[in-house]
C-alpha cells in the first residue's frame, strides 16, 4: 500500500449520517422545542418513525449501540408500556398522521417479542396513518429469531429485516464476542423469507479482531450466497473510550489501518462479483434494488439508520437515546432509561439535547449528504441555491487542495467529484465542509 493510503487511513472523521453531528447537539434544546417544532409540521407533511429498544440478552464485545443485557421479563414490559405512551403523546403534539417509513433499531427490537411487538404496532395503526405503502423495517438477532416473531412481523406489515451478521468465521467471533454461526444465519433468513418478509439485509463488518483478508472474503461470500437485497459492509469503530465492553477486546489483535483498507477492499471485490451494485461509501444492493435505483438517479439520502431511500419531511424518535429530525432541527432523547421514563410518564417530551439549524447548517448537511451518496457535489451551487454567494463554503479549499493533491478527489473551480481511489476516504472530504468540526474537533473513529 502506498505511503498516502495508509496516511489517509489512520484519520479520523464522523460517519456523517447526520450533520451537524452528534457530539455538536447542545442541551439548551427540550421538551419545549420538540413541542413547537411538532405542532409546526403540516397536517399533508409525510413522516418516518425511528422506534429504539435498549436491550440484548447479551452484550457483544465490539457493540457501539446504546443498549443493556437484560434477562428477565418485567424491564421489557416496562419499556413497551413507556414507548406507547411516547406514541400517544407524539400524535397529540402533532396534525401530521401520514408515514411512509418505519424502522426498529437497538439493540435488538425483536427481544421485546410477539405479542408486545404486535401490541406496540397497534398503538401505531390507532394515532397514524400506515396506509399508504409504509416501508417497515426492523433490526434482528439471527440467533432470537423464533417463528412466533416471524409470524407477527409479516401480520404487521414488516417489509424489511436487517440481520447483523458481521463475521461468519469461528475465531473472528470468538474474538468478537458473538458466536453465530453461518447455520445459524441461514436458518433466520429462510425463517423470513416463509413467513413473507423478503427483502432482507445483511450486516457484515470489517477490522475486527483476528479477522484477515482471507476471513472477510469468506464473510462476504456466504453472505451472498444467501441471496439477500441488500448488505451494509461497516468497517469496526474501536471507541473503547466510549464503549466500555470494547475494553473486552484485544487491541493488539485488530488490523491495522492498511489491513481494514485491504479487507475492505475484497469484500467490495467478493460482492460485486456476485452480481451486487457498490452504493455510496458502505452499502451494496441488487441492480434492481429501489436502493440501487435511488443511487443511480442521485436521489438516494442518509440518515441515523445509513444509506435509505426515505424522503421523509420529518424522522420521529421513540424511545430512550433516540434521535429525530424535524425541519427546525434535530432532538435527542434521554439517554438513560430513568430520565426518559420519567418525562413520558409525566406528560412531557424527553428531549434533553438537540440542535436547531442554521441557514448555513441545512446548506453544509445538503452539501456533505451529497458527498456522501453520490460522490460529486458542486458547492458553489448549493450555496447559491441557499441564497449564499458561491465562494461562501470556500474556506474548505486548503483541504481540499491536499485531497486533490493526494488523488482523493478532481476540482473544477468549485465542483469536487471522488475518484474511485478516494471512494474509501469520502468522510475525509465531507470533514472539509465540516465547520462545527473545524471549531470544536471530536474524537471519532477511523476513516476506514
Excluded at 502506498?2 to 450533520?19: F, G, I, K
Excluded at 455538536?24 to 434544546?29: A, E, L, P
Excluded at 413497551?80 to 407524539?90: D, M, N, P, W
Amino acid at each position: 500500500m502506498d505511503p498516502a493510503s495508509l496516511a489517509l487511513a489512520e484519520r479520523s472523521a464522523p460517519r456523517y449520517t447526520s450533520y451537524p453531528t452528534a457530539p455538536h447537539f447542545s442541551k439548551s434544546i427540550g421538551c419545549g422545542e420538540t413541542q413547537s417544532w411538532l405542532a409546526s409540521l403540516a397536517p399533508e407533511a409525510s413522516l418516518s418513525l425511528y422506534l429504539h429498544v435498549p436491550f440484548c440478552a447479551e452484550i457483544c464485545a465490539y457493540c457501539g449501540c446504546h443498549t443493556k443485557a437484560v434477562r428477565q421479563d418485567a424491564p421489557l414490559e416496562a419499556y413497551v408500556e413507556t414507548l406507547k405512551s411516547e406514541i400517544a403523546l407524539t400524535s397529540r403534539a402533532t396534525r401530521a398522521r401520514r408515514v411512509t417509513s418505519i424502522h426498529w433499531g437497538g439493540g435488538t427490537p425483536g427481544i421485546i417479542g410477539a405479542s408486545r411487538f404486535a401490541a406496540v404496532v397497534s398503538v401505531l395503526r390507532d394515532h397514524f396513518d400506515l396506509s399508504s405503502g409504509t416501508e417497515h423495517a426492523i433490526e434482528l438477532d439471527p440467533r432470537l429469531l423464533e417463528a412466533d416473531l416471524v409470524e407477527a412481523l409479516g401480520a404487521a406489515g414488516v417489509t424489511r429485516a436487517s440481520l447483523g451478521v458481521q463475521d461468519l468465521n469461528a475465531h473472528v467471533q470468538e474474538a468478537s464476542g458473538r458466536i453465530q454461526p453461518y447455520e445459524t444465519v441461514a436458518r433466520a433468513v429462510q425463517l423470513l423469507r416463509d413467513g413473507g418478509v423478503t427483502a432482507i439485509n445483511l450486516d457484515l463488518m470489517y477490522g475486527l479482531p483476528k479477522q484477515s483478508v482471507e476471513d472477510a472474503a469468506r464473510t462476504a461470500s456466504l453472505a451472498a450466497s444467501l441471496q439477500p437485497q441488500r448488505l451494509a459492509v461497516f468497517g469496526y469503530a474501536h471507541v473503547p473510550w466510549f464503549k466500555s465492553n470494547q475494553k473486552l477486546i484485544d487491541a493488539a489483535a485488530l488490523p491495522g489501518a492498511g489491513e481494514r483498507l485491504a479487507q475492505a477492499a475484497t469484500m467490495r471485490e467478493t460482492l460485486e462479483n456476485a452480481g451486487f451494485v457498490a452504493i455510496g461509501l458502505d452499502h451494496f444492493a441488487r441492480p434492481d434494488d429501489p436502493l440501487a435505483v435511488a443511487a443511480r438517479e442521485k436521489r438516494m439520502r442518509r440518515n441515523f439508520q445509513g444509506y435509505t431511500t426515505d424522503a421523509a419531511d420529518a424522522l420521529l424518535p421513540f424511545g430512550v437515546s433516540s434521535i429525530g429530525r424535524l425541519p427546525q432541527g434535530y432532538v435527542g432523547n434521554a439517554a438513560d432509561l430513568a430520565g426518559w421514563r420519567r418525562a413520558i410518564e409525566s406528560a412531557r417530551f424527553a428531549t434533553t439535547r438537540g440542535l436547531a439549524f442554521t441557514r448555513e447548517d441545512i446548506a453544509r448537511a445538503e452539501l456533505i449528504e451529497r458527498l456522501m451518496c453520490d460522490f460529486d457535489v458542486d458547492f458553489g451551487a448549493v450555496a447559491a441555491r441557499h441564497g449564499y454567494a458561491e465562494q461562501a463554503f470556500d474556506s474548505a479549499q486548503a483541504s481540499l487542495d491536499a485531497l486533490a493533491a493526494d488523488g482523493v478527489i478532481e476540482l473544477w473551480r468549485r465542483r469536487v467529484a471522488v475518484t474511485e481511489r478516494g471512494k474509501p476516504f469520502v468522510r475525509l472530504v465531507a470533514a472539509a465542509f465540516d465547520a462545527y468540526l473545524q471549531a470544536a474537533p471530536a474524537r471519532h473513529s477511523s476513516a476506514v
